[in-house]
């Protein structure tokens, strides 16, 4: 009765009907995915920039590329990810990831859309056929569904792949499904704003280009090289004149600006360019088989121009390049020929200009547009040829739904796993130090979450393992150095210190982070320093100007501490820390009554354990265990707060209760040997 009634129903409402299943199934597919956290980049251009936070910065963002990122190595120009960060901010009161997910969602649910019609468009320049708007449909929902996506929708950050994507995409269709309205230049608006959130959308007028000559003009590529055809070629050319000067000024403007103040790092030109070929022919296995997705791969340059995988991508190149002029011949594959022609311009970008990963599957998310048409279009084909056979025979139709439904399910199900796989720290960078083991970035992140959960013997280990194979790597020497100090080893750890500064010298996070280091151990002359030097490379790095007020509470350099809170507060207004020490700098307050304060309004655990430290060093034993608690019913798994507990007791000569003190934070914290060296000092007491 249901089939009936479905195949009794007009065309157009067919379609809408299967589209609006599709759509719900890219819910469906994305549902567990809402709640996936920060990752990566996330952390310096989201979790930490402070800029985000007001939207009155909005309007800043156009000009100020230092407002894309709390790292100067990745400041950059792209206002249009930016602001929609901040909008999410506002829209979450903070850092619920839930906004941000939901954000680049809805925009990868409209690109996927505006697909069909873009597909559906160009498979009816081949002809009319009744199965056209069905294959336009399973191409849409093929490329909305695909595994290797799932990359890209869950790495917020990566909303530039996303957003640039839909612009490009609703410029082209504006371009192809009004040709009568070119003359407006409306297709030029979408084109624009695309170029605010990434460089792609240089790839649009070849694109067009290329639609024109292939679509319109009814030429072949090897039409296209004839000297008799240049005045059709050049009017071709002419057409998108108007979109590649107004999109490359624009594109001029946004990365003049990041490249006048930004710091880039780059892979050997050549041997990049001969490695590329190979990393084609692993994206495009991928489109077929999505199984080892990596969110940071372990592939590294190809060193020997005769090595076996330079080969094989120059096959595959070659074999590419042919396929498309051959399929561009004859008007009913020169879909398959234009999808090609996507596929490889779009990859073009980041193969020719060297950047630090040699490969990244998120940067086949605009490719696989291309590539996904492609493949429809040649099954199309093939179905086309025996189409009245499949028309007298039900179970010929039966077979190609069950078909296309089981490859949309397959990709369907592997997203869905992958974003399993990107719920959170953990999960991730245990993925990477599988599928990509010699990931020296991989083994520390993950090594990261660990110590983390103070398991230091797992971090450590990890940590060591990821020196093999990243020895000048500056972020792992600092985490190196924050695990050793944990661990007492604070001779090795100032050394990794040191590292961090000498291989990096222009990141603030080396200068911080060393600076914290010799704060904690009373060096409060050199870590002002390190931590003015941190400010003087990032003043938003809010971190630094949080160590550095209290470095300068704690040598009651009050005018240095009004300064730095004022500026603090211009950044960040009404921000409770910062009037804290702003007004313990008009009061001229002592350090402990500075921490006391802090404490009180702050309510965080830290700076109640940081007070009960202060008591402690100025022999208020009592005072240090009311602090202590207090840090306690902040964090009840606080095993610092525990140990400076037992250490008190210790001091009162309170042996009996030292004992449960730090018997409780060894329970927190296995490897906690101050801790130990306390415990043992109680029951060496106990008579």
Not at 143 to 169: C, W
Not at 303 to 329: A, E, H, Q
Not at 458 to 481: D, M
Request: net charge positive; with cysteine.
């Amino acid at each position: 009765m249901y089939k009936q009634l479905f195949f009794n129903m007009k065309q157009g409402f067919k379609i809408f009907i299967l589209g609006l299943i599709l759509l719900i199934g890219l819910v469906i597919t994305y549902s567990n995915h809402f709640m996936n956290g920060f990752h990566f980049d996330d952390f310096h251009a989201i979790n930490d920039n402070i800029y985000i936070r007001s939207l009155k910065n909005i309007p800043h963002f156009f000009s100020h590329p230092e407002m894309f990122s709390s790292l100067p190595s990745h400041w950059g120009l792209r206002p249009l990810v930016t602001s929609s960060l901040a909008i999410d901010y506002w829209l979450a009161g903070g850092l619920n990831p839930f906004y941000f997910q939901l954000s680049t969602f809805i925009v990868f649910a409209l690109l996927a859309v505006v697909l069909y019609f873009v597909y559906n468009k160009i498979i009816k320049t081949t002809g009319e056929n009744t199965w056209s708007e069905y294959f336009a449909l399973f191409a849409a929902g093929l490329y909305a569904l695909h595994t290797a996506n799932a990359e890209t929708v869950n790495y917020i950050i990566s909303r530039s792949d996303v957003q640039s994507s839909f612009f490009i995409v609703l410029s082209f269709a504006i371009f192809i499904l009004y040709p009568n309205q070119r003359k407006k230049y409306f297709y030029l608006i979408p084109a624009l704003i695309g170029v605010l959130a990434k460089e792609t959308v240089l790839v649009l007028p070849v694109l067009l280009f290329f639609y024109i000559t292939l679509f319109e003009k009814n030429m072949s590529l090897s039409d296209l090289l004839k000297p008799s055809n240049f005045k059709i070629t050049f009017k071709s050319f002419l057409v998108v004149v108007p979109i590649f000067i107004v999109v490359g000024a624009l594109q001029y403007y946004t990365l003049s600006k990041a490249l006048s103040i930004s710091e880039n790092t780059s892979t050997p030109f050549f041997y990049y360019i001969i490695t590329q070929p190979f990393i084609w022919v692993h994206y495009f296995i991928t489109f077929f088989i999505p199984m080892n997705l990596s969110a940071d791969t372990d592939w590294t340059i190809i060193t020997n121009p005769f090595d076996d995988r330079i080969i094989i991508g120059l096959i595959f190149i070659s074999l590419l390049v042919y396929t498309i002029f051959k399929t561009s011949v004859k008007k009913e594959t020169r879909p398959i020929s234009f999808g090609l022609i996507w596929f490889s311009f779009s990859l073009l970008p980041t193969s020719i200009m060297p950047l630090t990963e040699v490969m990244n599957d998120h940067r086949i998310f605009f490719p696989f547009i291309g590539l996904a048409f492609s493949v429809v279009c040649a099954i199309r084909l093939f179905i086309l040829k025996h189409q009245k056979i499949i028309e007298t025979k039900s179970k010929y139709q039966r077979f190609i739904f069950v078909a296309a439904l089981l490859v949309l399910s397959s990709y369907a199900y592997g997203a869905f796993q992958r974003n399993k796989v990107w719920k959170d720290e953990e999960s991730l960078w245990l993925d990477v130090t599988i599928k990509s083991p010699e990931n020296g970035r991989g083994l520390m992140n993950y090594g990261l979450t660990q110590m983390n959960k103070a398991n230091y013997d797992i971090a450590l280990l990890n940590f060591e393992k990821a020196l093999i194979y990243c020895p000048y790597y500056s972020t792992l020497h600092i985490n190196l150095g924050i695990i050793k100090n944990v661990l007492n080893r604070s001779i090795e750890a100032e050394d990794h210190f040191k590292k961090s500064i000498q291989y990096e010298p222009t990141s603030p996070s080396a200068y911080y982070y060393y600076s914290n280091f010799l704060k904690q151990h009373n060096r409060l002359g050199e870590a002002r320093q390190m931590a003015e030097k941190a400010l003087d490379l990032n003043s938003a790095y809010m971190d630094a100007r949080y160590t550095l007020m209290a470095i300068y509470s704690d040598l009651e350099l009050w005018d240095n501490l009004k300064t730095t809170a004022e500026k603090t507060l211009e950044l960040l207004p009404s921000d409770k820390v910062s009037l804290t020490y702003l007004d313990a700098s008009m009061k001229r307050q002592s350090k402990i009554d500075a921490s006391v304060e802090l404490a009180k309004n702050s309510q965080t655990p830290e700076s109640y354990l940081n007070l009960s430290m202060m008591y402690y060093q100025k022999g208020l034993f009592e005072k240090c265990i009311e602090a202590s608690y207090e840090a306690i019913k902040l964090k009840p798994d606080y095993a610092d707060a525990y140990n400076n507990i037992g250490a008190a007791y210790n001091s009162l000569g309170k042996f009996e209760e030292a004992v449960k003190a730090c018997e409780k934070a060894i329970q927190l914290k296995p490897d906690f040997q101050l801790a130990k060296n306390n415990l043992n000092w109680a029951k060496s007491q106990i008579k």
